[in-house]
C-alpha cells in the first residue's frame, strides 16, 4: 500500500479516477489511509485516454465499485440519454464523449460519475478541511473554475450540477474589459481564473507581483461567488483549491475580505464572520479528487445494494 498504513478489510475495495483536463489520476483504496494504487495518465484524446485508463482497470480486476470524477460540463441524470458524457467543452475532441457508460461496461462494477470538484468536495468534507461538518461547500481556482456543495455526505444537485463559475458579478467600477470566457465573457471564471489572468496580464498568475492591481479584480469577482454561495445554501465553510488559490497565498485575504465586504453583515452567522475559518484552503493537497472519485464509487456500491 502506497501509504504505509495498513488497510481495513472490512471496507470495500474501490476503483476511482479523477479526469482532468490535463492529466488523470487512478487509484484503488479502500480509503485515505489505505491506498494500494495510483496511475497517472496524460489526458490526450478521449479514445487513447479512455483505453489508457481501462488497462489500469483491467489491470486492478477485483474492485468492487468504480467512481469518475471528471471535468465538465458533465451530464450527470442516469436517466438522461446523454448521461455519462462530457457535453459541451472547450477541450478540443471531447464534447459529447461517453465516459460513464463506456467506463462502466467495462469495468462491470457499479459506477457513479460526477465532476472533479464534486469529488474534491466529496473527500474534504469527510477527511479534509471541512471533515466533522454538516455541509461545505469547494471552490477550484485553476485554469477554470467550479464549485461544488456537499450536504450529508452527497451532493448538491438538480438537473445536473452546479456551474457557480459562470455567474456574473458586479464589475469593478472603470473595469471594462471584455473576460476570457468564451460563453460569457465576463463570468467569474473569464474574470478570475488562470486563463483570465493570463489573458488580461499576458502573464500567468503565479509570475505576478503580490502589488499587482489584477488581484484585487480578481479577488472581487471570487469574493461574489462565495456570497453567492452563502446566500444559496449557506455552507458550514467554503474550502478553496486550485492551482491560482493554492499558488498565490495572499489571495486567501483578499478573497475573505472581499465576500465580507459584499455580504455587508446580511448573513449575521458568527461562523461566516470569521472569515479566516470560513474560507480555507484544502488539506488533501493533490488527492482529492481521486479521493473524492473513492467516494463516489462507494455511493454506486450503496446504490446498488438498495
Not at 471528471?70 to 471531447?94: L, M, N, R
Not at 471552490?139 to 456543495?149: C, H, K, N
Not at 455587508?264 to 475559518?277: H, I, K, N, R
Request: net charge negative; glycine share 14%.
Amino acid at each position: 500500500m502506497l501509504d504505509g498504513s495498513p488497510g481495513t478489510d472490512a471496507s470495500p475495495l474501490i476503483a476511482g479516477v479523477e479526469l482532468g483536463g490535463t492529466k488523470c489520476i487512478a487509484i484503488l483504496a479502500r480509503g485515505p489511509d489505505a491506498i494500494e494504487d495510483e496511475v497517472r495518465i496524460p489526458t490526450t484524446r478521449p479514445d487513447e485516454t479512455l483505453s489508457a485508463l481501462a488497462a489500469v482497470l483491467e489491470r486492478w480486476r477485483g474492485f468492487a465499485a468504480l467512481g469518475i470524477a471528471s471535468f465538465g460540463p458533465i451530464a450527470i441524470d442516469p436517466e438522461a440519454a446523454d448521461y455519462g458524457q462530457v457535453t459541451v467543452t472547450t477541450k478540443p475532441g471531447w464534447s459529447h464523449t461517453d465516459v460513464a457508460r463506456r467506463l462502466e461496461r467495462f469495468a462491470g462494477v457499479p459506477t457513479n460519475f460526477h465532476t472533479d470538484v464534486v469529488g474534491a468536495a466529496l473527500a474534504e468534507a469527510r477527511w479534509g478541511a471541512a471533515k466533522g461538518l454538516a455541509d461545505m461547500a469547494y471552490v477550484t481556482v485553476g485554469t477554470g473554475i467550479g464549485a461544488g456543495m456537499v450536504a450529508g455526505g452527497k451532493p448538491v444537485d438538480g438537473l445536473t450540477h452546479a456551474e457557480f463559475g459562470h455567474l456574473r458579478p458586479v464589475r469593478v467600477a472603470g473595469d471594462d474589459w471584455i473576460g476570457s470566457c468564451p460563453f460569457h465573457g465576463a463570468c467569474v471564471e473569464g474574470l478570475a481564473s488562470g486563463t483570465a489572468i493570463a489573458a488580461r496580464t499576458g502573464r500567468p498568475a503565479d509570475q505576478l507581483a503580490a502589488d499587482d492591481p489584477v488581484w484585487d479584480l480578481v479577488a472581487h469577482a471570487l469574493g461574489q461567488l462565495c456570497h453567492a454561495l452563502v446566500l444559496t445554501g449557506v455552507p458550514r465553510r467554503i474550502v478553496m483549491g486550485g492551482g491560482v488559490m493554492v499558488g498565490v497565498p495572499h489571495l486567501f485575504p483578499r478573497v475573505r475580505e472581499a465576500m465580507t465586504k459584499s455580504l455587508a453583515g446580511y448573513v449575521a452567522l458568527a461562523e461566516v464572520a470569521m472569515a479566516d475559518s470560513y474560507i480555507v484552503p484544502p488539506s488533501l493537497g493533490g488527492r482529492a479528487g481521486p479521493l473524492g472519485a473513492i467516494i463516489l464509487g462507494e455511493q454506486a456500491l450503496e446504490r446498488s445494494r438498495g
